[in-house]
């Protein structure tokens, strides 16, 4: 009895060293997870199964009350048995995959040791069925234990259930009873006993290569908040030089031999040099276009382990939230400097003094007039301060601003300036940021048609039209001035005003077109901008 305890051992020790170098492959750690991944479900099944049929072979056969030590066991004649490891493969099945993993590998194992034939061929068909569910359900029960260290004793315990359970089975279904008897007499205690310390050896492997990739993980986590960290500030320079810096950062950080960033399927930084083997960082805004991604290039192949994978994704995502954070406040930092110069351009003293000046002059021979020229300045403020709290505004909401400012400024230029508005009413309600109809309505006054001679002509058109294949509404803004200068036109740093600028940059932010306003001026027969809303 002790020899055979020891020769079960040994099988079991090979079998077990056998599953464990398969548990390190991506596949099969992706589904003992305890996640339920159900795409490597069927290598899951299909590699236990083999590991039972295996464990089968790999036994030793015992007839005549004795044992005979074998390297491979092809049958058992009518009188013989085989004492085996099976049981080891059905319930690791069963604890790992759940009843339904333990029941498919149980079956297939049962139906192949009944194959083999031998006067407990019934009992050994039905026990690895019986086995693998026992062991799902006993995963089922105690499934957040068996992620902790506790999870080797109760391994150990279903162990010794399952196979005290094929020794049951033995004695009630085998014939003749006396041989059933004598068979569970000499097998019973040593296979029970190899079987259950393997099953425990397994979760005692098992846990140490959990406990292995989480300390890798926690390194990993801790590198990409250090990465984080670095990149941090350096989103708030301007973007280009942001990813450029960042991108030495990836290089050196995450031991790469290059690093480049790519937008819109054009390259845009290069640090280093290119490889075959790369790893991929996309930069996106949540429910927003994308931004960008990052190419890092290695020397050689790169560990796709899930800590790596888990960390390299977690960077990804922190890279982008912090683009977002730092965008976040440039946006709002825009927005607030919108509404202070649309403030300032119109609530500067010598503004303010035209329109009391006219008030003024109104009260007696037009007081109606007057009356509506102190309405619209008061909603024309009031439209000022409640759109500066929002990121987002109805084109009817601009439009009705651009209303109210052309009112205050018609009362004093008087027939000197029309005003035509092309409007698609289904577009109204389609949203756009705020600030940006009512300032090139002003720019169009103020450096448009204020300095032409004869009556100066805004239109303002609204309406849907062909992008790339897709219907968009699109915004023209259109004088018949004096026009801009062809240079200041492609002027990074004076782009037809600095409302004009700031404009550009926050509707890049929202619809991520480069150049979103178009602009196209003629000295002396006047300027034409549009821009898309998608």
């Known amino acids: ?240 030089k942001a990813v450029r810096e960042i991108a030495k950062v990836l290089n050196e950080e995450m031991k790469a031999v290059g690093a480049f960033f790519s937008k819109n399927g054009s390259a845009w930084v290069a640090e280093g040099r290119k490889t075959k083997h790369w790893i991929d960082l996309f930069i996106h805004i949540p429910n927003q276009r994308p931004i960008g991604q990052f190419r890092l290039y290695f020397e050689r192949e790169q560990d796709d382990n899930p800590s790596r994978r888990r960390m390299l994704s977690s960077l990804a995502g922190l890279l982008s939230q912090q683009y977002a954070f730092v965008e976040s406040e440039r946006q709002s930092q825009l927005l607030a400097d919108a509404e202070i110069r649309s403030l300032q351009a119109q609530m500067n003293p010598h503004f303010l003094f035209n329109v009391l000046n006219t008030v003024k002059s109104f009260i007696r021979t037009k007081p109606e007039e007057a009356r509506q020229m102190v309405m619209h300045l008061s909603k024309f403020l009031r439209k000022n301060m409640s759109h500066s709290n929002q990121r987002m505004i109805t084109i009817r909401d601009e439009y009705e601003l651009v209303m109210s400012y052309l009112s205050l400024i018609k009362s004093r230029l008087g027939d000197q300036m029309e005003f035509y508005a092309e409007i698609d009413e289904r577009l109204l309600d389609h949203q756009i940021p705020p600030f940006t109809i009512q300032p090139l309505v002003e720019n169009a006054i103020v450096h448009g048609i204020k300095n032409r001679k004869g009556i100066g002509v805004i239109k303002l058109i609204v309406k849907e039209e062909l992008d790339d294949g897709k219907r968009h509404a699109r915004i023209t803004v259109e004088d018949n001035g004096v026009g801009l200068e062809t240079a200041r036109l492609h002027s990074h740093g004076e782009h037809a005003g600095m409302a004009l600028r700031n404009i550009e940059q926050r509707l890049l932010y929202h619809y991520g077109r480069e150049h979103p306003l178009e602009i196209e001026s003629k000295s002396g027969e006047g300027t034409k901008i549009r821009f898309w809303v998608r």
């Open 1 to 240: 009895m002790l020899q055979l305890f020891v020769d079960m051992i040994e099988r079991v020790g090979f079998l077990i060293a056998l599953a464990f170098a398969f548990s390190r492959s991506r596949w099969m750690r992706s589904y003992m997870s305890y996640q339920g991944n159900r795409t490597y479900q069927w290598r899951f099944l299909f590699f236990f199964t083999a590991y039972a049929i295996l464990a089968t072979y790999s036994g030793v056969t015992v007839s005549d009350y004795t044992y005979r030590p074998a390297p491979w066991i092809g049958e058992v004649s009518p009188t013989a048995a085989i004492a085996n490891a099976r049981t080891v493969g059905v319930v690791i099945a069963g604890l790992l995959g759940g009843v339904k993993s333990g029941f498919i590998v149980g079956v297939a194992a049962g139906l192949h040791r009944y194959s083999l034939g031998g006067f407990v061929a019934v009992a050994c068909m039905i026990a690895p069925i019986l086995q693998g569910v026992l062991a799902g359900l006993c995963r089922n029960a105690f499934k957040k234990r068996f992620r902790k260290v506790s999870s080797i004793k109760l391994a150990f315990l279903v162990g010794f259930m399952a196979e005290s359970l094929q020794m049951a089975l033995i004695l009630a279904l085998a014939k003749p009873w006396g041989d059933a008897l004598n068979l569970v007499s000499l097998i019973g205690l040593p296979q029970t006993l190899a079987n259950s310390i393997g099953v425990a050896l397994y979760f005692v492997l098992y846990n140490t290569m959990e406990r292995e990739e989480d300390r890798i993980g926690a390194e990993h986590a801790h590198k990409a908040l250090q990465i984080a960290d670095m990149t941090m500030p350096l989103w708030r320079l301007e973007f280009e």
